[in-house]
């Protein structure tokens, strides 16, 4: 049976309904541009808006991830966490946060200095081998996604034997790890579009639910991706209808976060699903 909650602050964020985690890139480069915010300014409309529509959870990152991304430094990235962070615990201070970092110092920071509830590492720890003691000791909630290579050359022609049973193998491989840490709270994350190409991205959605055998809260990031856009020779900007079309699909196959850059459509989305969904 799947887990239908995480541990946050000791009160447990119920996941039987699913939640919408909105995206705060505190970069000038990441894939999407309507979603880029630097100022402080740019940071606290973004905020207010996913707020006041209703968002569950927000992700920070100041690392873009998108492919053929070199990356800031460590301290430039904890500079751009540090800002978004410290902006929003000031305004929202019982919202649950989410830290986007592979480094496991920025990952500190932002639990010890901006009470951070949720550690997303988009390299499910392969990048910095203190990630997973440091989750474990802090007793955060970690997404732990699966990347096939790094940003820089994740697109160079990925190859899988069979693209679900090595992904479910290196996800089921590392929960192990991460339990005999000693860390409760995990969520899987297929990672789309991170070391795939469309056709294997396909495969993942269509058996997402397969995911399901490890026990755990799935998430689901699918949003403006190019699996979407590249698909239907778009724009990322032309993306959101795409974008409402696979998360739909991804609920329907058993996610139970949907990590969303428009965060009305998502729960707008949610609603109806659920109105079709529910007993009566």
């Not at 193998?169 to 469309?198: A, C, H, M, N, Q």
Request: hydrophobic residues 40%.
């Amino acid at each position: 049976m799947t887990r239908k909650f995480i541990n946050i602050k000791g009160s447990l964020l119920d996941l039987s309904t699913p939640k919408v985690m909105g995206i705060i890139n505190a970069t000038p480069d990441s894939f999407y541009e309507g979603s880029r915010v630097s100022t402080l300014d740019e940071i606290r409309k973004q905020v207010d808006k996913m707020v006041e529509e209703g968002v569950d959870i927000l992700d920070v990152g100041g690392y873009s991830s998108r492919p053929g991304a070199e990356g800031p430094d460590q301290d430039k990235e904890i500079q751009r966490v540090s800002k978004a962070l410290e902006l929003i615990r000031k305004r929202y201070p019982d919202l649950p946060l989410s830290v986007d970092t592979f480094r496991s110092e920025v990952a500190r920071i932002g639990i010890e200095y901006y009470d951070a509830d949720i550690v997303n590492d988009v390299s499910g720890g392969e990048f910095d081998k203190k990630m997973y003691g440091l989750v474990a000791s802090k007793g955060v909630a970690y997404i732990l996604m699966h990347m096939k290579g790094r940003p820089e050359t994740m697109q160079d022609k990925p190859r899988y034997n069979d693209v679900m049973d090595e992904i479910t193998y290196w996800l089921s491989v590392r929960v192990k790890r991460l339990i005999k840490e000693g860390l409760k709270d995990i969520i899987i994350d297929p990672g789309f579009g991170f070391g795939k190409t469309l056709e294997h991205n396909y495969t993942i959605l269509k058996n997402l639910d397969r995911f399901q055998l490890l026990g755990l809260p799935v998430l689901a990031g699918l949003s403006r991706k190019s699996m979407i856009w590249k698909k239907l020779s778009i724009s990322p900007s032309e993306a959101l209808n795409g974008t409402s079309i696979l998360n739909t699909i991804a609920l329907q196959k058993g996610a139970s976060i949907l990590r969303v850059h428009d965060v009305k459509e998502a729960k707008e989305l949610i609603c109806l699903f659920n109105a079709v969904n529910t007993e009566s």
